[in-house]
T-cell receptor, first 111, second 116 residues
């Protein structure tokens, strides 16, 4: 079983829709969670960084962590064509510095 | 403040040649990480370095791959005797000195290695 699982999609939604991206993780020791956005042939860009359970909001983006179910979500409101990218969830292993990534979900926002 | 810099951006090698990938971390960052991304796959950790020290190389293949982060200059990921399976995007990330807690890593644009 992979430590972080993510549906690779692809996911295609119309402009303006609310997008929900999800990951599950198996390692109970994970405490910090990140969401990265990666445009085609570019490096990952850190979008959101959360600790423990709860919500964190930044503009049109909301990250949600539910540690009881080991579920991580990223919501995008008022989605724009410029949001079209691959979204990767990640968590650092406890006691180590390496990030464990999900496979990434490819998202397309259609004008 | 410049971001993480990687060069070259694209590298073509023939089987059996050596590949050298360079990474300059963000200013003030003393932690460097290398990840590999195969086509249609997520990023996989390779190695974590601080200045002059390899801290964690649990993701590095046992043979042909090596990494360093000298006191002066960029971090280098070296792949000897490349094979077609080494074709991938190699990303470097850096983070600031940590006082404890989380680990925000900032990524460079990557080096895309193609082995012919």
């Amino acid at each position: 079983q992979k430590e972080v699982e993510q549906d690779p999609g692809p996911l295609s939604v119309p402009e303006g829709a609310i997008v929900s991206l999800n990951c599950t993780y198996s390692n109970s020791a994970f405490q910090y969670f990140m969401w990265y956005r990666q445009y085609s042939r570019k490096g990952p860009e850190l979008l959101m960084y959360t600790y423990s359970s709860g919500n964190k909001e930044d503009g049109r983006f909301t990250a949600q962590v539910d540690k009881s179910s080991k579920y991580i979500s990223l919501f995008i409101r008022d989605s724009q064509p410029s949001d079209s990218a691959t979204y990767l969830c990640a968590s650092p292993t406890q006691g180590a510095q390496k990030l464990v990534f999900g496979q990434g979900t490819r998202l397309t926002i259609n004008p | 403040n410049a971001g993480v810099m990687q060069n070259p951006r694209h590298l073509v090698r023939r089987r059996g040649q050596e590949a050298r990938l360079r990474c300059s971390p963000m200013k003030g960052h003393s932690h460097v990480y290398w990840y590999r991304q195969l086509p249609e796959e997520g990023l996989k950790f390779m190695v974590y370095l601080q200045k002059e020290n390899i801290i964690d190389e649990s993701g590095m293949p046992k043979e042909r791959f090596s990494a360093e982060f000298p006191k002066e200059g960029p971090s280098i990921l070296r792949i000897q005797q490349v094979v077609r399976g080494d074709s991938a995007a190699y990303f470097c990330a850096s983070s600031p000195r940590l006082a404890g807690g989380g680990n925000e890593q900032f990524f460079g644009p990557g080096t895309r290695l193609t082995v012919l």
